[in-house]
Nanobody, 123 residues
Framework: QVQLVESGGGLVQAGGSLRLSCAASGLRFGNYGMGWFRQAPEKEREFVAAVSRSASNTYYAESVKGRFTISRDNAKNTVYLQMNNLTPDDTAVYYC????????????????WGQGTQVTVSS
């Protein structure tokens, strides 16, 4: 049974930073592309970032490029999202997800999801 458990969310002031982690179990982690998505209140869930199986490739949403960095440690079965220069628009529940594809920005390609971690950015 695949389990993805996010951590690291919280309340931060605008301009601050947070680092999210997602610990995976129940899967051969290195065989999965990993992604981060987010859902703000009254909005649809959207893509944030993705990293390929070997971490050689990454994708980012335009809104987070230059501020967020996705990485993974296959030895620790963990994917990270470093978020810098946060703004109130980044307030959302952040989800990590796993895909059998090498890498993808499309939600429909992800079949395992975590429960999410809340990130709140105050102005």
């Amino acid at each position: 049974q695949v389990q993805l458990v996010e951590s690291g969310g919280g309340l931060v002031q605008a301009g601050g930073s947070l680092r999210l982690s997602c610990a995976a179990s129940g899967l051969r982690f290195g065989n999965y592309g990993m992604g981060w998505f987010r859902q703000a209140p009254e909005k649809e869930r959207e893509f944030v970032a993705a990293v390929s199986r070997s971490a050689s490739n990454t994708y980012y949403a335009e809104s987070v490029k230059g501020r967020f960095t996705i990485s993974r440690d296959n030895a620790k079965n963990t994917v990270y999202l470093q978020m810098n220069n946060l703004t109130p628009d980044d307030t959302a529940v952040y989800y990590c997800a796993a895909t059998g594809m090498i890498i993808s920005a499309r939600q429909q390609n992800y079949n395992s999801w975590g429960q999410g971690t809340q990130v709140t950015v105050s102005s």
